[in-house]
């Protein structure tokens, strides 16, 4: 049966460097299609994960919750779902970056670097650089986000750079449906690491977009994650 998600809070974490304006756009239209209450917490750079942990425990304080996120959000949405099987009722997973130990991933060496140029050149100058190296669309919501969480920007970069995501065998015991979501052209976030955890999790299936999707319109990655929620739940994947 497809994931009855009416009345249920859905807790959705942003990605590294990222922010929950951009997840909010994202999944909103697609969650309260389906009747979902949407959570966004704010990233904290400070203390990037354990703020994402503690958001998810606050939300499902009185009831289970879906969670899920992009890219780091992901995965820390995947291990508290792994921790707290009675209190997740559905993950959502959007460009996924690793499976294990981020080792030489692209996005943890992009994390790495980032960090390490904005506290040797500063705001101001790691951003023109990235402008010049992106796509418009993203160079924007990064821009907007990177300024936000400014001056602790480089510890949230250090923090997801070394952050073990679930592995394979852990993903293989996750006892919800979970959706997932990859741009088929995103060198950082590869769609092997998407194919890997839907053909590990029990219930899983994927739905892919582009990139130039993305930057039309945020939306389509949230529709994709939850098409993807539905079709796993379905036994629709992979």
């Known amino acids: 049966m497809p994931v009855n998600l009416r009345g249920v809070t859905a807790v959705l974490l942003p990605g590294t460097g990222s922010d929950d304006d951009y997840v909010f756009r994202a999944f909103s239209g697609a969650l309260h299609e389906l009747g979902a209450s949407l959570v ?23 009831a289970p919750i879906a969670v899920g996120g992009v890219s780091i959000g992901a995965a820390v949405a995947v291990e508290w779902a792994l921790a707290r099987p009675s209190r997740a009722v559905a993950v959502m997973a959007a460009l996924p970056a690793w499976t294990g130990a981020p080792q030489s991933a692209p996005a943890a060496l992009t994390a790495r670097h980032s960090a390490e140029a904005l506290r040797r ?14 796509p418009q669309w993203l160079a924007d919501e990064l821009t907007r986000s990177w300024a936000g969480q400014w001056p602790s920007l480089p510890e949230a970069m ?35 690491v998407a194919l890997e955890w839907v053909s590990a999790a029990p219930l899983a299936a994927l739905r892919t977009v582009t990139l130039d999707d993305m930057g ?22 992979p």
């Not at 990233?43 to 009185?62: F, I, K, T």
């Not at 088929?184 to 976030?189: E, F, I, K, L, S």
């Not at 039309?216 to 994947?237: E, I, N, R």
């Open 216 to 237: 039309a319109d945020p939306a389509v990655l949230g529709a994709a994650c939850v098409a993807a929620l539905q079709a796993a739940a379905t036994h629709q994947g």
């Open 121 to 134: 050149d500063g705001l101001g100058a790691t951003t023109a650089a990235m402008r010049a190296s992106s």
């Open 40 to 62: 966004t917490p704010p990233p904290q750079p400070h203390r990037l994960v354990d703020g994402y942990r503690a958001a998810l425990d606050q939300a499902a304080r009185s």
């Open 158 to 192: 250090e923090q997801a750079a070394a952050y073990v995501a679930p592995s394979r065998a852990a993903l293989e015991r996750l006892a919800v449906p979970m959706g997932v979501a990859a741009a088929t052209d995103d060198p950082v976030h590869p769609l092997e």
